[in-house]
């Protein structure tokens, strides 16, 4: 059984207000027009003869019939139980004996109960209708969870396996500058491993981690290239998407970094009245044509993030300038 949660009562809660408002509105209009309280009780009952079996129809088959019968694609009992439901719902006008009354009193009679049966069977289509539609909102928003988990599945792999090669060097050069260096890489499995799982982060573990990130980062380049960064957050509150520029700064140090020619790095992320810019610009050193693994990877994945979670929200430049320097902004409305 599908446990209830707080989506759920609401929903209850606001379809309950709605058809009581319709049942209720023909009495209120009639006390309001003219302020005689038998007239409003009569319309009202009245309105509960007509529109109270529709409700009865519409709350059964919202949630039992259609989750129970429809879509486990058992059709002839959910046939049957509708047929039953609107007879037992509309005996109060079939059990009437109107054989004595007069033809157009019968005949108005008849038209009488046969809308109350289109209204039920309307009933069921806008019961399908809603349910229909919410089961495909459902469906969207766990292939947008998936897709987002398969993203940064893509995304945690890079920058760890890289990571340890660069501090497996460094134990052979700088034993104690390795010893920091396995500190902030605990520090980014930590993260890693136990932020990132959720949909949004504070803003300072981000940061903290694109420090940590940055400076093990720095660890594989000599002195041809320089690096610089800067992280200025004015509210440290605010939350965003976990790793979302991650893979941006990984390959900013893959094509940007060169060891026999002079190169540049620079970072720098920004944060004002709840707008986050982040600019990062890198010498643009092109891989190898007979080497091209994991080109372009990094950035689909940014841009395909950035549009399940903040579509509408961001804007992306990417250019290489004049003096062949690769740039890429985001600007990011949180």
């Not at 009488?112 to 809603?130: T, V």
Request: proline share 3%; net charge positive; hydrophobic share 45%.
């Amino acid at each position: 059984m599908k446990k209830i949660q707080g989506k759920d009562i609401w929903l209850l809660a606001a379809q309950l207000l709605l058809l009581s408002l319709i049942m209720l509105s023909p009495g209120l209009i009639s006390y309001i027009s003219s302020k005689d309280g038998e007239l409003a009780v009569r319309s009202i009952w009245i309105s509960l003869n007509w529109l109270g079996p529709m409700v009865v129809v519409y709350l059964l088959n919202f949630y039992f019939f259609i989750p129970q019968m429809w879509y486990r694609r058992r059709f002839w009992q959910f046939s049957v139980a509708n047929v039953v439901l609107i007879v037992l719902c509309n005996l109060h006008l079939i059990s009437n004996d109107i054989s004595n009354l007069p033809k157009d009193v019968q005949a108005g009679f008849s038209s009488f109960m046969m809308i109350s049966f289109l209204l039920c069977l309307m009933a069921i289509g806008i019961a399908l209708s809603i349910r229909y539609l919410m089961r495909q909102s459902e469906r969207k928003q766990k292939e947008v969870e998936a897709e987002l988990a398969w993203l940064k599945n893509q995304i945690n792999p890079h920058f760890l396996f890289n990571t340890l090669n660069n501090i497996s060097s460094l134990t052979q050069i700088d034993a104690d500058e390795a010893q920091d260096a396995v500190m902030k890489l605990s520090d980014l499995l930590r993260y890693a491993l136990y932020e990132s799982n959720k949909n949004k982060v504070p803003i300072s573990g981000e940061v903290e981690f694109m420090r940590n990130y940055i400076e093990l980062m720095k660890l594989r380049c000599n002195d041809m290239t320089s690096v610089n960064y800067q992280l200025e957050v004015i509210n440290y509150q605010l939350e965003v998407a976990p790793l979302l520029f991650i893979s941006l700064i990984e390959n900013a140090f893959k094509h940007g970094a060169n060891s026999n020619a002079p190169a540049i790095i620079n970072i720098r992320l920004t944060e004002e009245n709840q707008r986050l810019t982040f600019v990062c610009d890198n010498t643009n050193n092109p891989k190898p044509t007979k080497d091209r693994s994991g080109s372009g990877i990094g950035i689909e994945n940014t841009r395909r993030r950035l549009d399940l979670l903040y579509g509408g929200r961001y804007e992306w430049q990417q250019t290489i300038t004049p003096d062949n320097i690769y740039h890429v902004k985001i600007t990011l409305k949180l």
